[in-house]
């Protein structure tokens, strides 16, 4: 598979992509999550690998099929995938963060399950760190970092906020909104957003968006322009 006729314009470089949702546990029974499925990181570290780069993986729990010949990590909330991305990004020529990570998670675990009672019950969340913002303030020479963008409005306007707050190089923006797009399908719809360019791609599939948003990132590369 590793071999199948592709073009082996990443080789030797080595790609980290985290895809897939986080999970905040509240008690042993319960937690909170988003429906992140995984499909576009997924798509991206495929392709990456197919294409001779040295791919890891940083995952939350997904039900769809691993990629082959991926070194791949798999995490349950957004602290471990921060610790895992702290862990792996050094050495790293592109980054890739996919994932769909918990802003905020429960403020403590309830070692035994919560008991409902008669009235509401009120949680008490507090805010995840921003593994992407980390990754912008503490970046290493030469690295490319690309995030991604999942919006209902101002697609464009708040993910441009986004490139510049986290000191990104780019931003894939998805709209939720768009049928074709967004969560579990197959296709989706992006806009590939740099400081310096706007590209809006169709309606396509996952993989192929991931071959388009990877061709951009190494063109950006080899110009230096980024
Ligand atoms: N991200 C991250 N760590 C977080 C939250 C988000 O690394 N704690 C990353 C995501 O992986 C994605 C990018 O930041 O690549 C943008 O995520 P998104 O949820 O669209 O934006 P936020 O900055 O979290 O802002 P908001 O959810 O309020 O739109
Ligand atoms: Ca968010």
Redesign the pocket.
């Known amino acids: 598979l590793k071999e199948i006729s592709c073009e082996k314009d990443m080789e030797g470089m080595k790609v980290l992509v985290?895809a897939g949702p986080t999970m905040e546990a509240v008690d042993p029974v319960r937690y909170i999550t988003n429906h992140s499925t995984g499909k576009m990181g997924y798509a991206i570290a495929r392709v990456c690998m197919l294409r001779g780069a040295d791919v890891t993986l940083i995952t939350g729990h997904t039900t769809i099929p691993k990629p082959s010949f991926v070194n791949i990590i798999e995490v349950t909330s957004?602290r471990e995938m921060y610790e895992t991305v702290r862990e792996h990004y050094g050495d790293k020529q592109i980054i890739v963060?996919?994932?769909a990570?918990a802003?905020y998670r429960p403020q403590s675990i309830s070692t035994e399950k919560v008991k409902k009672t008669d009235g509401n019950m009120v949680l008490e969340l507090e805010k995840?760190?921003?593994?992407?913002k980390f990754l912008g303030e503490n970046r290493v020479k030469g690295q490319f970092l690309c995030?991604?963008?999942?919006?209902t409005q101002n697609m464009l306007e708040?993910s441009r906020a986004?490139l510049r707050k986290?000191n990104l190089d780019m931003i894939v923006a998805n709209n939720l909104r768009q049928e074709g797009a967004g969560f579990g399908t197959d296709t989706n719809i992006v806009t590939i957003i740099t400081e310096k360019e706007e590209i809006s791609l169709d309606k396509m599939s996952k993989e192929e968006a991931a071959g388009r948003i990877m061709d951009e990132i190494l063109r950006l590369m080899q110009e230096g322009t980024y």
Not at 128 to 132: P, Y
């Open positions: 985290t957004a963060k996919a994932a990570v802003d995840t760190d921003d593994i992407l995030g991604f963008s999942m919006e708040n986004k986290k």
